[in-house]
C-alpha cells in the first residue's frame, strides 16, 4: 500500500464525484459531508465508470444497469450484483487528497 496524491480538495468544484487516475486504474472519488471517499472507478458487474453516475445519500448508483454501492464500505445494494466495489483509505493533508493504493493493483 502507497499513499498516492491523486487531486486537490478544490478540484471537486460544485460535482460530487470525478475520477483519477492514479497511476494504474481508474479511482472514483467522492465529496461527502463527512469527508472524501474513494473506490475503484469499475462497477464490479460489467466495468461502467462509476463516476459517471449518480450519487445519491451515500451511494453511487452505476450509469449501466443501476446498480447501488456504499462508498464507505463497497457493499452492493443487492440488487443487480452480490460483489461489492472496492474502497481505499483516503486522507487529505492541505488541500490535497491521497488515496492508500495497493501497489500490484492491475492496469484496468
Ligand atoms: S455495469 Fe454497473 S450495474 Fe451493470
Same mark, same amino acid.
Given at each position: 500500500m502507497?499513499?498516492?496524491?491523486?487531486?486537490?480538495?478544490a478540484?471537486?468544484?460544485?460535482? /460530487?464525484?470525478? %475520477?483519477?487516475? $492514479?497511476p494504474d *486504474?481508474?479511482?472514483?472519488?467522492?465529496? +461527502?459531508?463527512?469527508?472524501v @471517499?474513494?473506490?475503484?472507478?469499475a462497477c464490479?458487474h460489467?466495468? /461502467?465508470?462509476? %463516476?459517471?453516475? $449518480?450519487?445519491? *445519500?451515500?451511494y453511487?448508483?452505476?450509469? +449501466?444497469?443501476?446498480?447501488? @454501492?456504499?462508498?464507505r464500505?463497497?457493499?452492493?445494494?443487492?440488487?443487480?450484483?452480490?460483489?461489492?466495489?472496492?474502497?481505499?483509505?483516503?486522507?487529505?493533508?492541505?488541500?490535497?487528497?491521497?488515496?492508500?493504493?495497493?501497489?500490484?493493483?492491475?492496469?484496468?
Amino acid at each position: 500500500m502507497a499513499w498516492t496524491r491523486v487531486a486537490a480538495r478544490a478540484d471537486f468544484g460544485d460535482r /460530487a464525484m470525478m %475520477s483519477v487516475r $492514479c497511476p494504474d *486504474q481508474r479511482v472514483a472519488l467522492y465529496a +461527502m459531508p463527512d469527508g472524501v @471517499f474513494a473506490t475503484s472507478d469499475a462497477c464490479p458487474h460489467m466495468g /461502467a465508470s462509476l %463516476s459517471m453516475g $449518480c450519487l445519491v *445519500q451515500g451511494y453511487v448508483e452505476c450509469p +449501466m444497469h443501476h446498480a447501488l @454501492f456504499d462508498v464507505r464500505t463497497g457493499a452492493s445494494d443487492g440488487s443487480v450484483t452480490d460483489r461489492g466495489v472496492r474502497t481505499f483509505p483516503v486522507k487529505i493533508e492541505g488541500g490535497d487528497i491521497y488515496v492508500d493504493l495497493p501497489a500490484e493493483e492491475p492496469v484496468s
